[in-house]
């Protein structure tokens, strides 16, 4: 079916179909690392790319195939690139865009991984990086040097939940002939598409709301130009951090309900807002959906709507953040993300462990911060569950 012109949800059922020989109604797991050819010749030319035929399983598999249509599709690109996780995607980007001698721009508040492979690793090949507020396009402007290729936002941004300038960031980057790529991982493709904002390239880790279940871990890279795909297709084959044809089969049965999840999922976001910013233990709150963010105008504009992820600090300190992760009863004490189960986590000393005291500082992720991701539950229960868990704050 072409889905090219149907509605979001109509393509998250029905774009990427396969037309396999059974008439099968869901994309069948091709469990194989090998093809067979039908010749000598038939080989070869699969090999020199005359045909399109499947070759091995790291190179391309239907079910893989199936998965990256699909993304590539609702996110307006030329082509996806899954990979085992979203730091392989993140790596694949880094690898293939970044040479020795080469600077990157970066927001500070990026997913802490993301930064401290930079910072601690890919240093030691002479890449440059400078990580600063992406809110502030004048700050941009100013951290560009004439070697800087790669323009790297994540929006919003994990745990801070700053709001970056997607369309404002595209103009400084090509401006300086650089590239920007945009982590979408909090937005999924149905609550943010940076390829129709001005991005060049764009990535999803998968483990999130794409598939939505926290039972897989996975990524994908989704590029706006072939030439570009082509390039990181390459990089991913030679690393050979592809994703399998199972994992990727469990992807594409989670990202049916991507739409009802996330609509679900902020709609009880939206209540827990209200409900924590009136908190008198509440000492501030970050939510894309309040009036309160700084953000707030642009997340409206750049955002379909405001997402399940909220971040809090206590009147009452790390001390107050601790005791209300152990008392939680409904919630999950647990990193990650975009699943239908609500998860709390303390950034500073879980997922963002690894970036510098410093960087952290400057960046905003404080001791007393705290990320709660919102599932799919009644929104009555999990506020029920924080209201006992902050009595005890
Ligand atoms: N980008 C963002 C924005 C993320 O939140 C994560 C993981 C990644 C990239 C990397 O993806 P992965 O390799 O884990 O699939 N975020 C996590 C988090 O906030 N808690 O645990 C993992």
Known sequence: MNTKKSGFNTKLIHAGELDDQFGSATVPIYQTSTFKFESAEEGARCFSGESNGY????IGNPTIDALERQIAILENGFGGIAVSSGMAAVNVIYQALLASGDH????????????AIMENHYVKYGVQSTYINTTDLAEIEKAFKPNTKVLFIETPANPTMDITDIAGCAEIAHKHGALLIVDNTFCSPYLQNPLDLGADILFHSMTKSINGHADIVGGIIVSKTEEMYKKLRGMMISLGCNMDPHQAYMVIRGLKTLGIRVDRATENAEKIAVFLENHPKIAWIKYPGLKSHPQYELGQR?????????S????????????????????????????????????????????????????????DLIRFAVGIEDAEDIIDDLRQGLEKA
């Open 55 to 58: 070759i091995y399983t790291r």
């Open 104 to 115: 990157m721009v970066s927001t500070d508040a990026v997913y802490g991984p993301s930064r």
């Open 302 to 310: 750049q955002m379909k709507a405001s997402g399940s992820m909220i």
């Open 312 to 367: 809090f600090g206590l009147t009452t300190g790390f001390e107050g953040a601790k005791k209300l992760m152990d008392n939680v009863q409904l919630c999950l004490l647990a990193v990650s993300l975009g699943g239908v189960e609500t998860l709390i986590q303390h950034p500073a000393s879980m997922t963002h462990s690894k970036v510098s005291k410093e960087g952290k500082l400057k960046a905003g992720i404080t001791d």
